[in-house]
Each structure stands twice: as structure tokens, then as C-alpha cells.
């Protein structure tokens, strides 16, 4: 187990003892109801303990090039990469980047790990203590949204690779459009200090279209 997980525990997961240690050590929920077919009508997956990690500066875009990753061309939309992570730029001199389950982020941890201050104008923006990562999925994601954010997130409007840095009931969150064949899916990232609240309140908005909480073997 990687020690720099082991003792790490998400705020939602208070909310249920049925977490295990999966990939280095991580944390994920896991039960039999995790089906793609959940997953398709609708689902929320606690997806915290998977690495991410910031940089700011004027010389974060040139390092992380130098690094091997693809970058977006304008802020508020993101590039996932061959790994399954994903670089999201968040304006013009802000990214974050968020681990993938082909080697459940380690990739990113490693990053973090190795990162070192030197002359360049590129500052680490450590993310895995600040926010929480939240996964909405199924058809009715832009519904559910609509309860909950002022934002019109509908699929005519908030396409795939997409960013809103917006408000959900009352909580400052980034949301990311990451659909796929799938389904549709929203990454939602808010302050892991409120995570909890926005965890039961999505819970309970999904009710309506007989979404649950579940684990993430249908993501694997």
C-alpha cells in the first residue's frame, strides 16, 4: 500500500463503511450494484481518493508539455489523455490535473511527489487535501443540475470537454462535462470541508430518477 494514501480518508466516506483499498492503496466504495446499467440511468460515485494535482504560473503550460501532457487551448475546457487522466485548464495560467483508472493516478502522484521549486514561474497547487471529487451519471444529469445550479448544463449547451466554475446548491464547485459512450457524466469538485453536504444533496435530487449511490466497478 502506498503510504502516502493509507491513512487518507474521503468525508463521504463516512456515509458508508463498504470502502476498500484498490490500486495503490486508495480508498474507492465498491458493492454489487455498481452496473453499467446504474451507470447509465443514474448513479453518484465518490471518485476522491483518485490523485490530483494543480500548477499556476506563467511557465506551468511549458512544464507540463516538457512533462507529456496534452494541453487545452482555452480556459474552462480540458483534454483527457491517452492515460485516462485529464488536463482541465482552469484560466489562463491555472490546471488541474486529475488521475485516471488505467493506474488509478499514480501517474499524478508521482508528479506531485517529484515536483521541485526552481527558477521557472511554475507554482504546485496540491489539490488532494483542498477538494473533493464527486461523479454524476446517467440521462438526467442535466435535471438534476438544473435543481441545483443557475448554470445551464444541458447537453445543447455544456458539451463534452467543457468546464463551469459555477455554484451547486450553494457550494462553489468546478464541473466537468466527461460523457462518453457510456453514459453521460459530470465530474464535480468541490471544497472536500463541504463534500459531504453536496454528496446527500445530489443523493437526494438523483431519488427522483431512481439514482444511488455506488461503488466504481462499473467504471473499471
Known amino acids: 500500500m502506498n503510504p502516502l494514501y493509507a491513512a487518507e480518508r474521503s468525508p463521504i466516506q463516512s456515509a458508508s463503511p463498504a470502502y476498500e483499498a484498490l490500486g495503490s492503496g486508495k480508498m474507492f466504495l465498491t458493492d454489487s450494484s455498481s452496473t453499467e446499467q446504474q451507470i447509465a ?7 476522491t481518493h483518485l490523485a490530483r494535482v494543480g500548477f499556476r ?16 487551448d482555452s480556459p474552462n475546457t480540458f483534454v483527457i489523455q491517452s492515460d485516462g487522466s485529464i488536463v482541465a485548464r482552469l484560466s489562463t495560467l491555472e490546471y488541474m490535473l ?25 507554482y504546485l497547487l496540491p489539490r488532494q487535501d483542498s477538494h473533493a471529487w464527486i461523479q454524476l451519471t446517467g440521462d438526467s444529469i442535466a435535471f438534476v443540475m438544473a435543481k441545483l445550479c443557475a448554470v445551464d ?36 469538485l468541490c471544497d472536500r470541508a463541504s463534500s459531504l453536504y453536496l454528496w446527500n444533496v445530489l443523493l437526494d435530487a438523483i431519488a427522483e430518477f431512481d439514482g444511488k449511490a455506488i461503488g466504481i466497478q462499473g467504471l473499471l
Open 57 to 72: 504560473g506563467t511557465d506551468s503550460a511549458t512544464y507540463l508539455k516538457q512533462v507529456g501532457f496534452e494541453l487545452p
Open 41 to 47: 440511468q443514474s448513479a453518484l460515485i465518490d471518485l
Open 153 to 188: 448544463l444541458s447537453a445543447e449547451s455544456f458539451v463534452v470537454g467543457q468546464i463551469a466554475q459555477t455554484s451547486v446548491a450553494r457550494i462553489n464547485a468546478i464541473v466537468m462535462n466527461v460523457s462518453d459512450a457510456q453514459a453521460p457524466k459530470f465530474n464535480i
Open 98 to 122: 486529475l488521475g485516471g483508472f488505467k493506474d488509478f493516478g499514480e501517474r499524478l502522484a508521482e508528479l506531485e511527489r517529484n515536483w521541485t521549486m526552481d527558477h521557472r514561474a511554475n
